[in-house]
């Protein structure tokens, strides 16, 4: 079980460049969302999915895009790097459960540098 | 518009301390309040996660309140080690949202032995 993954672990794009991050996770989640971490910010929604199909906007969506085609897997696009798109991406995802805890497990994160 | 803050931004500890994390939200209307911790580099564990309706939970030497009231959840760690040192994050889940978070800034914990 391998919980959260995420790939590309680093990134460097250079400003116009696009590019795909990867999250997958093993726990039959129903739940993920994605977010950036930036210093002095803290941890931005992005964009989140409730399920296979679905996707909708965070905190901070502009510049990005995602896709939801299977359950275990949630993509983030980003069409034109620009340099304020430089950070930290972390996915998470969360259980649908009876409880309904929201509890969220994140992945590894990914850096990215837009030069 | 769900603000949360943590203090202290920093806390420097010798071993064997117990200590004090708060972290603050200006919104009462919440759904949950998890803590984790983030290791330099590294993704995020989660530690603790309170429902609105608990008032505290605890896990080994870890323990978290909540007061929805007065807008405030502290974790409490018995007994410090140097490997506690990391960055600890506390999120507030808002109401009927999916599990969405409004994240702190964290806490900068260094434990010395």
């Known amino acids: 079980n391998a919980g959260v993954t995420q790939t590309p672990k680093f990134r460097v794009l250079k400003t116009g460049q696009s590019m795909t991050l990867l999250c997958a996770q093993d726990m039959n989640h129903e739940y993920m969302y994605w977010y950036r971490q930036d210093p002095g910010m803290g941890l931005r929604l992005i964009h989140y999915s409730v399920g296979e199909g679905t996707t909708a906007k965070g905190e901070v969506p502009d510049g990005y895009n995602v896709s939801r085609l299977k359950k275990q897997n949630f993509l983030l696009g980003l069409e034109s790097a620009a340099p304020s798109q430089t950070s930290v991406y972390f996915c998470a995802s969360s259980p649908d459960t009876a409880g309904r805890s929201y509890e969220q497990y994140f992945g590894p994160g990914t850096r990215l540098t837009v030069t | ?113």
């Open chain 2, 1 to 113: 518009k769900q603000e949360v803050t943590q203090i202290p931004a920093a806390l420097s500890v010798p071993e064997g301390e117990n200590l004090v994390l708060n972290c603050s939200f200006t919104d009462s209307a919440i759904y949950n309040l998890q803590w984790f911790r983030q290791d330099p580099g590294k993704g995020l564990t989660s530690l603790l996660l309170i429902q609105s309706s608990q008032r505290e939970q605890t896990s080994g030497r870890l323990n978290a309140s909540l007061d929805k009231s007065s807008g405030r959840s502290t974790l409490y760690i018995a007994a410090s080690q140097p490997g506690d040192s990391a960055t600890y994050l506390c999120a507030v889940g808002r109401g009927t949202s999916y599990g969405k978070l409004t994240f702190g800034q964290g806490t900068i914990l260094t434990v010395h032995p």
